[in-house]
Structure formats: structure tokens, C-alpha cells
């Protein structure tokens, strides 16, 4: 009697325990998707900012009282287009004597070319070499005095120019920092305005050290194939995708001893002027395509090492492999190492499933959300059951 009631308990006991219970239980469904390889894009994801494409900060070359303010802040300029007038009332002055200056110097010049030319005819009877060589020496320094009134002149036209102050690039001019009447100074620090060009407009990303080097290697081993252009798209702060596309302007070529990061200049179109000059942005990079698997984010977990591992069927049980990826594309991990073209990888049915643990497979695909589906039947397979049914049913009914 005694014997028999332990039997009952170990039977029991047999029965509760978790490894009698997994032996009993049928394979599990899973869904499976079929890796093959493919071409992906080599997408690198970049911290930015936002710069001018030109810059000028507006200072006078002359010295004077402001007299007019000749633009509208936040207006477009074009080249040359007149900002500020100074006072002219000196320069004006200095031009009329350069110029009074240019005349008496050419009476003299040409008194001494007089004097000179008479004194060589006379040389040998009336005039000794010695006459002739002062002769000579006071057209020289007539000469000279004539060139030297000249460069004034020219110089006091520049200044007398300069008393109209003009934008040297084409673009946004910001609010003046002076007013009419303020007293300028030529060369001074403090800028009158600021004239920015807004379109085009550059983003300098910040790409580090190590991962160039590592695209470096990738490159000289045929794992990544450079596209002729590289081009890259921006992420504004919002959130929202900027329409435009940008080209490499200058790739970097030192490291910030600062941040370990190379800067690379790109160059965006900016019509719509919704780039701004200091704003920061994210920039997706395309550098190239590479042969690697895609694999659903949701179906790959990352342990607290951060290794990748995902589930793969293999002969009717769910093998836990891990990988090696190279960045993300879209919703999917971009796997280089791990994964051979064929596996079964399980998409769903993760839940609660074990490395070892029998399954069965079911295939699935990702719709355009990155939601698993199940894969379509092919038309007619789920009609055929339905008409052979019909055709037996007279037969069993005889």
C-alpha cells in the first residue's frame, strides 16, 4: 500500500516539475524569415551644425561721423549695393588738393624738361657737364614730385569712395550697430553690420577618428563600396526631414585634439532660408553600399555586454546565434558577421523561447510599418481542399 502511494507521488512530483512539463509540450510556432544577402547603404549617422556659406563683418577704411544708413536690415543685397555714407566733407577736400597738387607738379615737370632740353644744346659752348647734370637731376625731381602728387591723388579718390561703405557679398545684412551721427574710426574692431549668405548654406559634421578608420579598413578589404557622390540628408531639431540634399564640400583632414572628431563640410541648398547659421542638426551620410543581411530590430536583442544575438531555426529547434553589425539601416540591424544566406531567423514568437527548444516554422515577411505578416498563399491553395470536398461528398453519402 505503501509502495504504491509513492509511485502516485512520483508520478505526481514528475509531472509538475518544469522539465516533465517541456518534454510534454508540442514544438512551438514561430515565424521565420529567409536571409539572403544584399546590397545596403552604408549610412552614417552624424552630429552637425549649420554655418554660413559667406560671412562679412562691415568696418570702415576711413575715419568720420556717420551721415546715412542706407539699407533696410533683413533685406537682401546684392554685391556693391551702398550701406552706410560717412561724412566726405575731408576727403573731398584732400582730393582737391592732390589734384592741385598733380597740376603744379606737371608745370614743373614741364619747366625742367625745358630747362634740360636748352642746356643740352648749349652744352660744349655756353653750358659746361656741370649745368647739364643739374639740368638733369632737377627734371628727374620734377619727375618724381609728379609721380609722388599722382599716388596722392589716387589715394585721396579711394578715400573720398570709402566714405560710401558697400557690401562686399550678396546677402542678409543684420541690424546696424551704429547710428547716424556716431563716429567711426578706419579698421576699427567692432563691426558697423554683419552680411550673411544664407543660400547655399554649409553644415559641418563631426564624424569620430575610430569610425574612420574603421571605414578605412572596410574600404581597402571590398566590404564597402564608395559612391562617386556622397550626399547626406538632415534631421532638424524638430524632428522633421529637410527636403534638400547636400554634397561633400571639403572632406576633413585633422583630428580636433578637442573632440576626436573630423569635420566635414557639406553644402545645402537653402532657398526656404529654414537653415539658419548655428542651428544643430543630425546628418545621415551616405558613404557607399555594402553586402550585408538586414535584420528587423525587433527580432535581434542586445545582451548588457551589448552583444547582438537573434534566434535561428536549425533542424526543428530555435539555435541562438550572435552577431556582428555595421550601424542600422531604416528599422534593421546591418549584419556583416553571424548569419549565412538561407538561415531561418525567427521573427515572431520570441516570447518565452529557449536556445534548444523544438519549434515549428511558419514563413512571415515585415509589411512597410515593419509589422511581421504572415506570407501570402499562392492563389488557388486554399480553394483546392474546399473543391475536393465537394467532389467526395456524393461518394460518402452513398
Not at 3 to 28: G, N
Not at 36 to 57: K, Y
Not at 122 to 139: P, R, W, Y
Not at 198 to 207: A, N, Q
Amino acid at each position: 500500500m505503501n509502495r504504491s502511494f509513492v509511485t502516485a507521488s512520483l508520478a505526481l512530483a514528475l509531472s509538475a516539475s518544469p522539465l516533465f512539463a517541456q518534454q510534454e509540450m508540442p514544438p512551438k510556432q514561430v515565424g521565420v524569415v529567409e536571409m539572403q544577402l544584399q546590397e545596403v547603404p552604408r549610412i552614417v549617422t552624424l552630429p552637425g551644425r549649420a554655418i554660413a556659406g559667406e560671412e562679412a563683418a562691415i568696418r570702415p577704411r576711413v575715419s568720420g561721423l556717420v551721415k546715412e544708413i542706407l539699407y533696410k536690415a533683413g533685406t537682401p543685397l546684392t554685391a556693391g549695393d551702398p550701406m552706410f555714407r560717412i561724412d566726405a566733407t575731408t576727403y573731398e577736400a584732400s582730393v582737391v588738393s592732390a589734384e592741385a597738387e598733380v597740376v603744379s607738379a606737371t608745370a614743373a615737370v614741364t619747366q625742367a624738361n625745358s630747362a634740360y632740353e636748352r642746356v643740352q644744346r648749349l652744352s660744349g659752348s655756353a653750358a659746361t657737364a656741370v649745368d647739364v647734370e643739374n639740368a638733369l637731376l632737377t627734371k628727374q625731381q620734377a619727375d618724381a614730385r609728379l609721380k609722388a602728387a599722382q599716388a596722392a591723388l589716387e589715394l585721396a579718390q579711394a578715400e573720398l569712395g570709402w566714405t560710401t561703405i558697400t557690401s562686399p557679398i550678396a546677402g542678409l545684412a543684420g541690424v546696424a550697430q551704429v547710428s547716424v551721427g556716431d563716429l567711426v574710426t578706419a579698421s576699427q574692431g567692432d563691426a558697423l553690420a554683419v552680411v550673411t549668405r544664407l543660400d547655399p548654406i554649409d553644415v559641418d559634421m563631426y564624424e569620430p577618428s575610430a569610425r574612420l578608420l574603421g571605414l578605412f579598413d572596410d574600404i581597402n578589404s571590398d566590404r564597402l563600396k564608395m559612391n562617386d557622390t556622397i550626399t547626406a540628408t538632415l534631421t532638424l531639431e524638430t524632428g522633421q526631414t529637410y527636403s534638400a540634399k547636400g554634397e561633400l564640400l571639403a572632406p576633413g583632414h585633422t583630428v580636433s585634439t578637442t573632440t576626436g572628431a573630423v569635420d566635414h563640410r557639406f553644402r545645402f541648398e537653402n532657398a526656404e532660408r529654414r537653415l539658419l547659421p548655428g542651428m544643430f542638426v543630425r546628418g545621415q551620410v551616405e558613404m557607399g553600399r555594402t553586402e550585408a543581411f538586414l535584420v528587423s530590430q525587433s527580432a535581434a536583442t542586445r545582451d548588457r555586454t551589448g552583444k547582438l544575438s537573434v534566434f535561428v531555426v536549425q533542424d526543428g529547434k530555435a539555435v541562438r546565434k550572435e552577431l556582428v553589425d555595421d550601424g542600422t539601416y531604416q528599422n534593421n540591424w546591418i549584419v556583416v558577421e553571424g548569419l549565412t544566406a538561407g538561415d531561418l531567423l525567427v521573427a515572431d514568437g520570441l516570447m518565452g523561447l529557449m536556445d534548444g527548444a523544438a519549434v515549428t516554422t511558419v514563413p512571415v515577411e515585415y509589411d512597410a510599418q515593419g509589422v511581421v505578416r504572415n506570407v501570402a498563399a499562392p492563389e488557388g491553395a486554399e480553394t483546392a481542399p474546399e473543391e475536393t470536398a465537394t467532389e467526395e461528398a456524393p461518394a460518402a453519402s452513398e
